[in-house]
């Protein structure tokens, strides 16, 4: 009989090594290939899987987010433990490699990057020039609707629809706020309204207010936890482009801070990328923090988020949190005429263009049910 070697589409064993791509998973994303996969897959080497030393470290990867691809050595019916020793230390080199370049909260790479974009930003009163300052306040525009009007209420909670080229569009500039991809933001969302003011929010109050605004960034420990959770992101997690964000995002912040560079020197790095990414970051975080403290309650949520006129202005209607609290699914926060929000504006455009589709609102009856008797201020 012949061997399966023989039957593979290379010619011997020891012709080069083909690539092969590790199974995507991230920490809020608990689905890995299975062995039955690896198996019924005709581009895959399968012999003897017991004595490979890739497929014994294949649970240290339920936990990481690779980014990176390398390519695995074909292994030989005679492969010996040196070998197999040898394939694992590269699995270890591949994971920590993945470790060190992942950007979410309580990431190593947010504790670099974070502190990398403040010092940025100390050039700013040196470096100031009214061009500098457009394009920093253009990138805030641009990249602050990637996070309310993509991130936030298009993905997160499937407020409205947009044609796929639209909303990859949007979404592509959320990923220059520096705030991660669109799956883990969306994911970590979701958890914040399903444990609202609980042990279990991501960025609970309850633990203090700079726990709330900045300290959840730094938890490596919480972050651990929830990578244990099952993942409630499927939807995004299916689709070929968010994925390919997730395992490159680094790489986008850099080609823009080129860019930017190429363009205007320094100056331009400075405000566009330091500045920038700095003061909607901390809008975003306030959100978080001060919004579930200080402001006022106009709806029964059945937790502790408040409307906030300042941060909403800010925040292009964000801030109207307790309305986003009692009706999240809601395309539009600032329910009253007189709550700016810039935000469900851009999406009425998109509706009246026949862009934005199935935008969901409140009805009168929603609004009678959730309507508060009085009104908390602080």
Known sequence: ????????????????????????TCPLLRQTQTLTTLQSSPSIYTTKLAQ?????CEEKYKRLSPIVRFRRPASNDGEDTPQAAKNEQKVEFWTRMAKSLEVAPGSQMVKVLFPLVIWLSL?????????????????????????TLSYHRNLSHRSFKLPKWLEYFFAYCGVHALQGDPIGWAS?????HQYTD???DPHSPIKGFWYSCVGWLYDTKAFIERSERPTNVGDLENQFFYNFIRNTYIIHPIILATLLYAIGGFPYVVWGMGVRIIFFSSITYLVNS??????????????????NWLLAFFSFGDGWHNNHHAFEYSARHGLEWWQLDITW?????????GLATDVKLPTDAQKKKMASTTTQCF
């Open 188 to 192: 970590h969302h979701r958890y914040h």
């Open 123 to 147: 050039f700013a009163p040196f470096c100031f020039s009214w061009d500098a300052f457009g394009v920093a306040f253009g990138l805030y525009i641009v990249t602050g609707l990637g996070i």
């Open 52 to 56: 490979n030393g890739f497929f014994n």
């Open 198 to 200: 609980t042990k279990k």
């Open 345 to 353: 504006y851009t999406v009425r455009a998109l509706q009246a263009f």
């Open 1 to 24: 009989m012949a061997s399966l070697s023989s039957l593979l589409p290379w010619p011997s064993p020891a012709a080069k090594p083909v690539f092969f791509s590790l199974p995507q």
């Open 290 to 307: 001060v919004c579930h403290i200080w402001g006022n309650q106009a709806w029964n949520s059945g937790d502790q988020s408040r409307n």
